[in-house]
T-cell receptor
Framework: AQSVAQPEDQVNVAEGNPLTVKCTYS??????LFWYVQYPNRGLQFLLK??????LVKGSYGFEAEFNKSQTSFHLKKPSALVSDSALYFC?????????????FGSGTRLLVRP | NAGVTQTPKFQVLKTGQSMTLQCAQD?????MSWYRQDPGMGLRLIHY???????DQGEVPNGYNVSRSTTEDFPLRLLSAAPSQTSVYFC?????????FGPGTRLLVL
């Protein structure tokens, strides 16, 4: 079965420190990969995507993600965390490539950045 | 642009009642989707549409119906609400591999 795993329910980091939110996937073919962020009582907002090309993709708000095909991972990173980055982060995959309107989501990781 | 709008924001239903969750987008996107969000489970796809008049089932379609008579609107109908349908529902439209989500509808079925 196709799936996305976010192994950490919560990640805690101090402001100014680097952060990593982990994501691994299990799909066949060449998937498209995404990160979305959800702030309290809001819908999801797009952060970044990997379709093809450079394994390091840059997105909104200083976030970046590294695609690793051999490890089937797509970890979200930021060099210096801000308190305002505290939110719920979702990794998602489009197993059919361009069919990004039917995503498979991970369970989400809550990021808490302490001052 | 208003983007993707959803109504109502919150609804309480009794078991067996029916209702329609409204979703509209003003970006002229062909693709639209409905997801439900439950704690610890992320978002799961209910139904999706690739254009007016074309819909298909997602991962968890049972108990829900959809139709797409116009590009702008994609309503989700609960035929006979059950407590298992208590959830937060998100509608999204898609363009160039990016989904744009509405603010959600919180549904409580008693």
């Amino acid at each position: 079965a196709q799936s996305v795993a976010q192994p950490e329910d919560q990640v805690n980091v101090a402001e100014g420190n680097p952060l990593t939110v982990k994501c691994t996937y299990s799909v066949s073919g060449n998937p498209y990969l995404f990160w979305y962020v959800q702030y309290p009582n809001r819908g999801l907002q797009f952060l970044l995507k990997y379709i093809t090309g450079d394994n390091l993709v840059k997105g909104s708000y200083g976030f970046e993600a590294e695609f690793n095909k051999s490890q089937t991972s797509f970890h979200l990173k930021k060099p210096s965390a801000l308190v305002s980055d505290s939110a719920l982060y979702f990794c998602a995959v489009s197993p059919d490539g361009g069919s990004s309107y039917k995503l498979i989501f991970g369970s989400g990781t809550r990021l808490l950045v302490r001052p | 642009n208003a983007g993707v709008t959803q109504t109502p924001k919150f609804q309480v239903l009794k078991t067996g009642q029916s209702m329609t969750l409204q979703c509209a987008q003003d970006m002229n996107h062909e693709y639209m989707s409905w997801y439900r969000q439950d704690p610890g489970m992320g978002l799961r796809l209910i139904h999706y549409s690739v254009g007016a008049g074309i819909t298909d089932q997602g991962e968890v379609p049972n108990g829900y119906n959809v139709s797409r008579s116009t590009t702008e609107d994609f309503p989700l109908r609960l035929l006979s609400a059950a407590p298992s349908q208590t959830s937060v529902y998100f509608c999204a439209s898609s363009y160039l591999e990016t989904q744009y989500f509405g603010p959600g509808t919180r549904l409580l079925v008693l």
